[in-house]
């Protein structure tokens, strides 16, 4: 015999085959997009719409953990006031939490 049987067993596997190997991968990526990315869209999504509402007197939290108030509204910056007389400048984008109105004294 000149063909291996093993070479010729390979040669008749049809396209079935072929699917059922590929099954669990496809299984393993629906998974992957229900348990990790679609709730991380989410999340996104409710991370800019609370920063495109945030308006002047609101009491915010920072990226940095600090509390104030916001002083300046800008298109990429925000004046916040941490204390009497100190004013910073930041990115909007490191507003992590609007707090209730009140709540910083």
């Known amino acids: 015999m ?5 070479y010729a067993q390979a040669a008749t596997g049809g396209t079935e085959s072929t699917l059922l190997g ?6 393993m990526f629906v998974v992957l997009y229900f348990v990790m990315i679609r ?6 999504k409710e991370h800019k719409a609370m920063i495109e509402a ?11 953990g600090f509390l104030g108030k916001v002083s300046k509204i800008g298109d990429t910056y925000i004046g916040v006031e941490l204390a009497d007389g100190l004013e910073v400048q930041m990115q909007r984008t490191a507003v ?3 707090l209730p109105k009140g709540t910083i004294k």
């Open 2 to 6: 000149l063909i291996s049987p093993a």
């Open 22 to 27: 590929m099954l669990p991968l496809v299984l």
């Open 39 to 44: 709730p991380q869209m989410k999340r996104q």
């Open 54 to 64: 945030v308006a002047k007197g609101d009491e915010i939290v920072t990226a940095g």
């Open 96 to 98: 992590v939490q609007v």
